[in-house]
């Protein structure tokens, strides 16, 4: 990042603070300026000459708390990058590591190695995640990434709130979690006049034409951000059809099972079901989960249900009548059918039929 020779100290344009990582240019005038719905004035800022053109700069301390953090860290990074190139690397001997040959030793080398594999597998797990979330949210339309776009400035929102206020949360499973009470006095601000959330921010958040925030609200998009990204905040619905949580085993298990013996109830093969897969040690899934995955595999596979249950229905159904019913015939009125129906008439002496003859 560039400074101008003759700019203040501890000030930046909006420009900078962009490429600090600070948000778009949009959104930091808006945030900062006053003609743009911000919090400050010009008297308020800090103005320099740069090629006769006056320019603006936002002191440092007037920065939100979650910009200051990102301005710290771009500091603490040029810092570092500076240290390490004025570092002089030394060549030291690789430290031997000891060997020991112990059972004990070779159990614990082996946890050790099992432990790692966990460890890469998990972070691999999670960068595929990421990627996964990031390729899903980018497939989205713009009218569903700009709510998901509003609800994360929001959190940031938050998260200066508290700080500001000096709201400690508590850690929990090596997790910072949010001060509640804090959460609940941000919900108050914003909902009675708007706690500093530029307009274009706030018309996401209303409802009957207010404004409408809750703490169990925010603490939901922070678990679906911390999880999915931005992905898992846009407003869009992702159907469960077709989803089941049996294993490709368990759901080979019943589905054979219901066609050797067609017609078995649920009972009967989530009994089986508990028998068969009680000594893995994993949770079952429940009576419904079957039921339903059996459901769906029926509605999925009707002709050959209906085949293994009722094979004349089956035939009557699916199968051409092809035939000639004159074939064993051999000479002329050999065979006459007859059909007769009640007539949907009343006449005077009663209903009548009719009747219906034919010489095959």
């Known amino acids: 990042m560039e400074l101008h ?3 203040p100290d501890n000030a930046f344009t909006v420009s900078q603070l962009q490429e600090i990582g600070c948000g778009y240019d949009t959104t930091l005038r ?15 800022l800090v103005s320099f000459m740069v090629r006769n053109k006056q320019t603006y700069l936002i002191p440092y301390h007037l920065l939100t708390a979650s910009d200051q953090d990102k301005v710290i860290v771009h500091d603490a990074a040029i810092l570092y990058a500076n240290q390490q190139k004025a570092t002089v690397p030394q060549v030291t001997a690789i430290p031997e590591r000891p060997k020991f040959t112990t059972p004990a030793a070779i159990a614990g080398a082996e946890a050790a190695r099992k432990l790692k594999e966990e460890e890469a597998k998990a972070t691999e797990d999670a960068r595929q995640r990421k990627i996964h979330y990031l390729a899903l949210y980018a497939s ?67 409802k009957n034409g207010k404004r409408s925030l809750t703490p169990a609200t ?53 009994k089986g079901f508990k ?28 002709s050959l ?26 000479r002329l009125n050999q065979r006459w059918e007859a059909d007769s129906t009640k007539a949907d008439v009343m006449c005077i002496d009663g209903r009548v039929c009719i009747v219906g003859i034919i010489d095959v």
């Open 5 to 7: 020779p003759s700019q």
């Open 30 to 44: 808006r945030r900062y300026f006053k003609t743009q719905g911000g919090l400050y004035t010009d008297d308020e």
């Open 218 to 270: 925010l603490n939901s998009w922070s678990d679906l951000y911390d999880e999915q990204g931005l992905y898992g905040l846009a407003n869009h619905y992702i159907s469960k059809k077709g989803f089941t949580s049996l294993s490709i085993i368990q759901q080979e298990f019943c589905v054979s099972l219901l066609t050797d013996k067609p017609g078995v109830s649920l009972q009967t093969i989530y």
């Open 275 to 302: 028998v068969r897969f009680k000594s893995s040690g994993d949770e079952l899934p429940s009576r419904h989960a079957v039921g339903r995955y059996l459901q769906a595999w029926k509605s999925q596979n009707e």
């Open 305 to 330: 249900y209906l085949y293994l249950t009722d094979p004349d229905a089956w035939r009557s159904k699916y199968q051409f009548a092809f035939g000639d019913a004159s074939e064993t015939v051999t």
């Open 140 to 206: 989205l339309p713009d009218k569903m990434k700009k709510p998901a776009e509003a609800k994360q400035q929001m959190l940031e929102a938050l998260d200066s709130f508290l700080k500001a206020g000096g709201y400690k949360g508590r850690v929990k499973n090596d997790k910072q979690c949010r001060n509640w009470k804090g959460i609940e006095a941000f919900c108050k601000a914003f909902i009675s006049d708007g706690a500093g959330i530029p307009e274009e921010i706030a018309k996401h958040f209303q």
